[in-house]
């Protein structure tokens, strides 16, 4: 099993910034894939953004490229996900999410085998 919890979460005005965290139980971090999701309110939980296994390299959603980044720290088991820019269409709960199989690039939720409780992110207009 692998535990993930998320922090960071928080109100926060339009156009302003905020970093969330994934904090993640595991003996081998860097052998999971990690994504971040998002699910707003009567929505489907939808891909925000993920990191690969190998070279670290990251892919985003459309609508957050050049606003957000996501970065792995493999010595403190944690993922980030740098949010700038933000906007109301932002407002969600994010989870945090890790794999260790599919292939890259993956957008799929199936593919990811862990969750965390996810943490809400309100953006004020």
């Known amino acids: 099993q692998v535990q993930l919890v998320e922090s960071g979460g928080g109100l926060v005005q339009a156009g302003g910034s905020l970093r969330l965290s994934c904090a993640a139980s595991?003996?081998?971090?860097?052998?999971?894939?990690m994504g971040w999701f998002r699910q707003a309110l009567g929505k489907e939980r939808e891909f925000v953004g993920g990191i690969n296994w190998s070279d670290g390299s990251t892919y985003y959603k459309d609508s957050v490229k050049g606003r957000f980044t996501i970065s792995r720290d493999n010595a403190k088991n944690t993922v980030y996900l740098q949010m700038n820019s933000l906007e109301p269409e932002d407002t969600a709960v994010y989870y945090c999410?890790?794999?260790?199989?599919?292939?890259?690039?993956?957008?799929?939720?199936?593919?990811?085998?862990?969750w965390g409780q996810g943490t809400q992110v309100t953006v004020s207009s």
């Open positions: 999410a890790a794999r260790r199989y599919g292939v890259r690039n993956s957008k799929n939720l199936d593919d990811y085998n862990y």
């Open positions: 595991v003996r081998t971090f860097s052998t999971y894939a």
